[in-house]
Protein backbone atom coordinates (compact mmCIF):
# COMPACT_ATOMS: atom_id res chain seq x y z
CA UNK A 1 0.00 0.00 0.00
CA UNK A 2 1.67 3.45 -1.18
CA UNK A 3 2.60 5.82 1.96
CA UNK A 4 -0.66 8.29 2.35
CA UNK A 5 1.09 11.27 3.44
CA UNK A 6 2.94 12.62 0.35
CA UNK A 7 3.69 15.55 2.08
CA UNK A 8 5.12 14.72 5.82
CA UNK A 9 7.14 16.80 8.68
CA UNK A 10 9.63 15.44 11.55
CA UNK A 11 6.78 16.96 14.16
CA UNK A 12 8.86 19.92 15.98
CA UNK A 13 7.80 23.16 15.40
CA UNK A 14 9.33 26.77 16.28
CA UNK A 15 7.71 27.86 20.00
CA UNK A 16 6.79 31.02 19.75
CA UNK A 17 8.15 33.62 22.01
CA UNK A 18 5.28 33.31 24.03
CA UNK A 19 5.36 29.78 24.69
CA UNK A 20 9.15 30.24 25.54
CA UNK A 21 8.90 32.61 28.23
CA UNK A 22 6.03 30.39 29.79
CA UNK A 23 8.49 27.21 30.56
CA UNK A 24 10.38 27.64 33.86
CA UNK A 25 8.66 31.21 34.63
CA UNK A 26 7.50 30.53 38.05
CA UNK A 27 5.01 33.54 37.61
CA UNK A 28 3.47 31.47 34.70
CA UNK A 29 0.62 28.79 36.58
CA UNK A 30 0.95 25.10 34.76
CA UNK A 31 -2.87 26.12 33.88
CA UNK A 32 -1.52 29.42 32.64
CA UNK A 33 0.99 27.57 30.73
CA UNK A 34 -1.49 25.26 29.34
CA UNK A 35 -3.27 27.56 28.29
CA UNK A 36 -0.87 29.22 26.06
CA UNK A 37 0.63 25.69 24.70
CA UNK A 38 -3.44 25.05 23.80
CA UNK A 39 -3.88 28.55 21.94
CA UNK A 40 -0.68 27.80 20.19
CA UNK A 41 -1.02 24.55 18.90
CA UNK A 42 -4.50 25.62 17.70
CA UNK A 43 -2.71 28.13 15.18
CA UNK A 44 -0.11 25.84 14.12
CA UNK A 45 -2.88 23.04 13.55
CA UNK A 46 -4.73 25.63 11.47
CA UNK A 47 -0.97 26.30 9.90
CA UNK A 48 -0.58 22.79 8.97
CA UNK A 49 -3.89 22.57 7.19
CA UNK A 50 -3.50 25.90 5.09
CA UNK A 51 -0.22 24.67 4.16
CA UNK A 52 -1.57 21.96 2.35
CA UNK A 53 -0.96 18.58 5.08
CA UNK A 54 -2.94 16.09 5.67
CA UNK A 55 -0.84 14.73 9.13
CA UNK A 56 -0.95 16.68 12.12
CA UNK A 57 1.21 17.21 14.93
CA UNK A 58 1.28 19.60 17.83
CA UNK A 59 4.67 21.03 16.94
CA UNK A 60 6.04 19.15 20.47
CA UNK A 61 5.00 22.30 22.04
CA UNK A 62 4.44 20.73 25.42
CA UNK A 63 7.85 19.28 25.23
CA UNK A 64 10.98 20.59 26.45
CA UNK A 65 13.16 18.89 23.64
CA UNK A 66 12.30 15.94 21.40
CA UNK A 67 13.12 13.63 24.25
CA UNK A 68 11.38 15.70 27.23
CA UNK A 69 8.70 12.99 28.02
CA UNK A 70 11.12 10.46 28.74
CA UNK A 71 12.94 12.65 31.40
CA UNK A 72 9.44 13.84 32.65
CA UNK A 73 8.23 10.45 32.98
CA UNK A 74 11.23 9.04 35.04
CA UNK A 75 13.19 8.76 38.14
CA UNK A 76 16.54 7.06 38.46
CA UNK A 77 18.70 9.99 36.57
CA UNK A 78 20.66 12.58 38.19
CA UNK A 79 20.06 15.86 37.01
CA UNK A 80 23.36 17.46 38.04
CA UNK A 81 25.53 16.04 34.91
CA UNK A 82 25.58 14.93 31.59
CA UNK A 83 27.61 13.69 28.73
CA UNK A 84 29.37 15.78 26.75
CA UNK A 85 28.15 16.17 22.73
CA UNK A 86 30.77 17.81 20.06
CA UNK A 87 27.94 19.64 17.99
CA UNK A 88 29.33 20.84 14.06
CA UNK A 89 28.02 24.08 12.09
CA UNK A 90 27.60 27.30 12.06
CA UNK A 91 25.84 27.99 15.71
CA UNK A 92 28.52 25.78 17.16
CA UNK A 93 29.67 28.57 19.84
CA UNK A 94 26.07 29.02 20.69
CA UNK A 95 25.33 27.31 24.47
CA UNK A 96 22.01 26.25 24.38
CA UNK A 97 20.14 25.69 27.59
CA UNK A 98 18.87 22.00 26.58
CA UNK A 99 21.89 21.36 24.25
CA UNK A 100 23.40 18.35 26.93
CA UNK A 101 21.06 15.81 27.88
CA UNK A 102 19.10 16.24 31.18
CA UNK A 103 21.33 13.62 33.59
CA UNK A 104 22.94 10.66 33.68
CA UNK A 105 21.45 7.41 35.17
CA UNK A 106 22.13 6.79 38.71
CA UNK A 107 19.67 4.15 39.81
CA UNK A 108 17.13 1.49 38.00
CA UNK A 109 14.37 3.99 36.13
CA UNK A 110 10.87 3.81 37.60
CA UNK A 111 8.53 5.32 35.05
CA UNK A 112 5.77 7.67 36.65
CA UNK A 113 3.77 8.63 34.76
CA UNK A 114 2.90 7.93 31.02
CA UNK A 115 4.38 9.35 28.58
CA UNK A 116 2.40 11.07 26.35
CA UNK A 117 -1.25 11.47 27.45
CA UNK A 118 -1.11 15.15 28.80
CA UNK A 119 -0.68 15.59 24.63
CA UNK A 120 -2.22 12.83 22.25
CA UNK A 121 -5.89 14.00 23.81
CA UNK A 122 -5.74 17.68 23.11
CA UNK A 123 -4.30 16.24 19.75
CA UNK A 124 -7.03 13.90 18.79
CA UNK A 125 -9.37 16.74 19.44
CA UNK A 126 -8.64 19.28 17.73
CA UNK A 127 -6.51 18.36 14.72
CA UNK A 128 -8.43 18.75 11.30
CA UNK A 129 -7.00 15.58 9.94
CA UNK A 130 -4.85 12.45 10.86
CA UNK A 131 -2.73 12.99 13.74
CA UNK A 132 1.00 11.68 14.18
CA UNK A 133 2.82 11.63 17.67
CA UNK A 134 6.55 10.93 18.41
CA UNK A 135 8.61 9.28 20.28
CA UNK A 136 12.32 9.16 21.04
CA UNK A 137 14.05 5.50 20.04
CA UNK A 138 15.25 3.96 23.77
CA UNK A 139 18.93 3.37 21.36
CA UNK A 140 19.10 7.34 22.69
CA UNK A 141 19.70 6.96 25.83
CA UNK A 142 22.56 4.72 26.82
CA UNK A 143 24.77 6.53 24.55
CA UNK A 144 23.81 9.81 26.36
CA UNK A 145 22.46 9.12 29.69
CA UNK A 146 24.98 6.48 30.84
CA UNK A 147 28.50 7.99 32.43
CA UNK A 148 31.31 4.93 32.95
CA UNK A 149 32.31 5.15 36.36
CA UNK A 150 28.45 6.34 37.98
CA UNK A 151 25.93 4.80 36.10
CA UNK A 152 27.26 1.04 36.97
CA UNK A 153 26.06 1.24 40.35
CA UNK A 154 22.47 1.55 38.70
CA UNK A 155 23.09 -0.84 35.25
CA UNK A 156 26.55 -2.64 35.06
CA UNK A 157 25.96 -2.39 30.80
CA UNK A 158 24.23 -0.62 28.65
CA UNK A 159 22.51 -3.11 27.17
CA UNK A 160 20.83 -3.37 30.33
CA UNK A 161 19.58 0.19 30.83
CA UNK A 162 18.96 -0.26 27.55
CA UNK A 163 16.10 -3.14 27.69
CA UNK A 164 14.95 -1.57 31.12
CA UNK A 165 13.58 1.29 29.05
CA UNK A 166 12.54 -0.85 25.79
CA UNK A 167 9.33 -1.57 28.17
CA UNK A 168 8.27 2.31 28.82
CA UNK A 169 8.54 3.00 25.25
CA UNK A 170 6.34 -0.33 23.93
CA UNK A 171 3.18 0.58 26.42
CA UNK A 172 3.49 3.96 25.04
CA UNK A 173 3.11 2.82 21.69
CA UNK A 174 0.86 0.58 22.07
CA UNK A 175 -1.67 2.99 24.16
CA UNK A 176 -1.36 5.58 21.46
CA UNK A 177 -2.66 2.86 19.13
CA UNK A 178 -5.53 2.35 21.27
CA UNK A 179 -6.52 6.26 21.37
CA UNK A 180 -6.11 6.57 17.62
CA UNK A 181 -3.18 7.89 16.84
CA UNK A 182 -2.42 7.49 13.35
CA UNK A 183 0.75 7.60 12.61
CA UNK A 184 3.34 6.85 15.25
CA UNK A 185 6.94 7.76 14.36
CA UNK A 186 10.30 7.10 16.42
CA UNK A 187 13.12 9.64 16.56
CA UNK A 188 16.30 6.89 16.31
CA UNK A 189 19.74 9.58 15.73
CA UNK A 190 21.59 7.49 17.51
CA UNK A 191 21.74 5.15 14.22
CA UNK A 192 24.38 7.66 13.01
CA UNK A 193 26.78 6.42 15.40
CA UNK A 194 26.83 3.68 13.50
CA UNK A 195 27.67 5.70 10.16
CA UNK A 196 30.07 8.28 11.25
CA UNK A 197 33.68 6.10 11.34
CA UNK A 198 34.43 9.13 14.21
CA UNK A 199 31.54 7.58 16.07
CA UNK A 200 31.82 4.13 15.41
CA UNK A 201 35.49 4.52 16.49
CA UNK A 202 33.79 5.95 20.02
CA UNK A 203 31.37 2.95 20.28
CA UNK A 204 34.45 0.64 20.26
CA UNK A 205 36.60 2.73 22.47
CA UNK A 206 34.75 4.40 24.71
CA UNK A 207 31.63 2.55 25.18
CA UNK A 208 33.52 -1.19 24.57
CA UNK A 209 30.99 -2.34 22.10
CA UNK A 210 31.70 -3.74 18.72
CA UNK A 211 29.64 -1.46 16.41
CA UNK A 212 28.48 -4.20 14.03
CA UNK A 213 27.01 -5.92 17.51
CA UNK A 214 25.53 -2.63 18.92
CA UNK A 215 23.39 -2.08 15.46
CA UNK A 216 22.21 -5.38 16.09
CA UNK A 217 21.10 -4.56 19.25
CA UNK A 218 19.85 -1.11 18.47
CA UNK A 219 17.19 -2.76 16.02
CA UNK A 220 15.96 -5.65 17.98
CA UNK A 221 15.56 -2.96 20.98
CA UNK A 222 13.20 -0.86 18.20
CA UNK A 223 11.59 -3.89 16.78
CA UNK A 224 10.69 -4.90 19.86
CA UNK A 225 8.73 -1.08 21.14
CA UNK A 226 7.14 -1.19 17.73
CA UNK A 227 5.54 -4.90 18.03
CA UNK A 228 3.36 -2.71 20.86
CA UNK A 229 1.29 -1.63 17.88
CA UNK A 230 2.07 -4.13 15.44
CA UNK A 231 -1.52 -5.42 13.67
CA UNK A 232 -3.35 -2.41 14.59
CA UNK A 233 -3.55 -0.36 11.29
CA UNK A 234 -0.97 2.19 12.52
CA UNK A 235 1.32 3.59 10.33
CA UNK A 236 4.97 2.87 12.04
CA UNK A 237 7.69 4.76 11.20
CA UNK A 238 11.60 6.39 12.38
CA UNK A 239 13.47 8.54 11.67
CA UNK A 240 17.26 9.23 11.21
CA UNK A 241 19.30 11.96 11.40
CA UNK A 242 23.02 12.91 12.20
CA UNK A 243 21.76 15.53 14.97
CA UNK A 244 19.65 18.53 15.05
CA UNK A 245 19.98 21.35 17.75
CA UNK A 246 20.37 25.07 17.11
CA UNK A 247 20.62 24.39 13.47
CA UNK A 248 24.16 21.92 14.13
CA UNK A 249 24.64 18.17 13.82
CA UNK A 250 27.10 15.89 15.11
CA UNK A 251 27.77 13.33 12.56
CA UNK A 252 27.85 13.04 8.64
CA UNK A 253 28.50 9.89 6.39
CA UNK A 254 25.95 8.01 4.09
CA UNK A 255 23.73 5.38 4.82
CA UNK A 256 25.82 2.92 3.17
CA UNK A 257 27.21 1.08 6.49
CA UNK A 258 23.85 0.05 7.37
CA UNK A 259 21.75 -0.02 4.98
CA UNK A 260 21.01 -3.40 4.27
CA UNK A 261 20.33 -4.45 7.73
CA UNK A 262 18.23 -1.24 8.50
CA UNK A 263 16.14 -1.47 5.48
CA UNK A 264 15.59 -5.17 5.55
CA UNK A 265 15.31 -5.95 9.53
CA UNK A 266 13.74 -2.72 11.11
CA UNK A 267 10.11 -3.60 11.12
CA UNK A 268 8.63 0.00 10.30
CA UNK A 269 6.34 0.90 6.90
CA UNK A 270 8.39 4.25 6.41
CA UNK A 271 11.49 5.74 6.77
CA UNK A 272 12.20 9.26 7.16
CA UNK A 273 15.61 9.87 5.97
CA UNK A 274 17.83 13.19 6.50
CA UNK A 275 19.10 13.95 2.60
CA UNK A 276 19.15 17.84 2.10
CA UNK A 277 22.75 18.11 2.45
CA UNK A 278 25.93 16.44 1.32
CA UNK A 279 26.54 14.66 4.85
CA UNK A 280 23.51 11.78 3.96
CA UNK A 281 25.49 10.79 1.02
CA UNK A 282 23.60 9.06 -2.16
CA UNK A 283 20.45 7.82 -2.66
CA UNK A 284 22.09 4.33 -3.84
CA UNK A 285 22.08 2.67 -0.31
CA UNK A 286 17.64 3.27 -0.71
CA UNK A 287 18.33 0.10 -3.15
CA UNK A 288 17.90 -2.15 0.03
CA UNK A 289 14.46 -0.94 0.74
CA UNK A 290 11.78 -3.60 0.53
CA UNK A 291 9.39 -2.97 -1.71
CA UNK A 292 6.61 -2.84 0.89
CA UNK A 293 7.83 -0.09 2.92
CA UNK A 294 7.96 3.87 1.96
CA UNK A 295 10.63 6.41 2.52
CA UNK A 296 10.31 10.17 3.40
CA UNK A 297 12.67 11.77 1.39
CA UNK A 298 14.09 14.52 4.20
CA UNK A 299 15.28 17.33 1.14
CA UNK A 300 14.11 20.56 2.84
CA UNK A 301 16.65 22.28 5.12
CA UNK A 302 15.08 22.87 8.73
CA UNK A 303 18.64 24.32 9.78
CA UNK A 304 18.98 26.75 7.11
CA UNK A 305 16.39 29.92 6.19
CA UNK A 306 17.08 29.57 2.45
CA UNK A 307 14.26 28.71 0.57
CA UNK A 308 15.56 25.07 -1.80
CA UNK A 309 13.82 25.14 -5.49
CA UNK A 310 11.19 23.15 -6.21
CA UNK A 311 12.65 22.22 -9.63
CA UNK A 312 15.67 20.76 -7.38
CA UNK A 313 13.77 19.03 -5.52
CA UNK A 314 11.68 17.55 -7.83
CA UNK A 315 14.95 16.33 -9.63
CA UNK A 316 16.33 14.83 -6.67
CA UNK A 317 12.79 13.03 -5.99
CA UNK A 318 13.23 11.61 -9.87
CA UNK A 319 16.46 10.42 -8.85
CA UNK A 320 15.45 8.57 -5.93
CA UNK A 321 12.80 6.72 -7.76
CA UNK A 322 15.41 5.11 -9.26
CA UNK A 323 15.87 3.11 -6.09
CA UNK A 324 12.46 3.08 -4.85
CA UNK A 325 9.68 3.19 -6.76
CA UNK A 326 7.75 7.04 -6.81
CA UNK A 327 5.06 5.60 -5.44
CA UNK A 328 6.68 4.71 -1.72
CA UNK A 329 8.13 8.31 -1.90
CA UNK A 330 7.14 11.17 -0.07
CA UNK A 331 8.93 14.68 0.87
CA UNK A 332 9.67 16.52 4.33
CA UNK A 333 11.86 18.24 5.73
CA UNK A 334 15.27 16.27 7.26
CA UNK A 335 14.78 16.82 10.31
CA UNK A 336 12.63 18.54 12.90
CA UNK A 337 12.68 22.61 13.36
CA UNK A 338 13.09 22.69 17.16
CA UNK A 339 14.46 19.46 18.54
CA UNK A 340 15.63 21.41 21.37
CA UNK A 341 13.24 23.76 22.74
CA UNK A 342 15.34 26.56 21.36
CA UNK A 343 14.72 25.71 18.07
CA UNK A 344 17.02 26.15 14.97
CA UNK A 345 18.10 29.38 13.39
CA UNK A 346 15.24 30.70 11.15
CA UNK A 347 12.12 32.50 11.86
CA UNK A 348 8.56 31.18 12.20
CA UNK A 349 7.56 32.37 8.90
CA UNK A 350 10.83 30.99 7.36
CA UNK A 351 9.50 27.55 8.56
CA UNK A 352 6.14 27.96 7.08
CA UNK A 353 7.59 28.86 3.66
CA UNK A 354 9.96 25.68 3.76
CA UNK A 355 6.73 23.57 4.67
CA UNK A 356 4.32 25.26 2.56
CA UNK A 357 7.47 24.42 -0.30
CA UNK A 358 7.36 20.63 1.15
CA UNK A 359 3.04 20.64 0.09
CA UNK A 360 3.48 22.35 -2.93
CA UNK A 361 6.00 20.34 -4.41
CA UNK A 362 4.21 16.74 -3.24
CA UNK A 363 1.42 18.07 -5.59
CA UNK A 364 3.54 18.54 -8.46
CA UNK A 365 5.08 15.59 -8.20
CA UNK A 366 2.41 13.11 -7.08
CA UNK A 367 -0.76 15.16 -7.64
Not at 9 to 21: Q, V
Not at 288 to 315: C, H, I, M, T, Y
Amino acid sequence: MPFPYRADHIGSLLRPPELLAAFGNPAVSPAQRKQIEDQHILRVLARQKEAGFQIFTDGEFRRTGFMGDFYDSVEGLDHQNDVARAWKGAAAQIRSTSTAPPGIVVEKIRQTRRLTRHESAFLRETSPGDTKMTLPSPNQFPAIAYKKGISEKAYPTYSGFLWDIVPIIKAEIQALAQEGIRYIQLDAPRYSYYIDPKWRAYVKEQMGRDPEDALVEAISADNACLDGARGTGVILGIHLCRGNNRSQWYAEGGYDPIAERLFTQLNVDVFLLEYESARAGTFEPLRFVPRNKSVVLGLVSSKLPALESPDQLKRRIEEASRYVPLENLALSPQCGFASTREGNLLTEEEQWRKLELVAETARRVWG
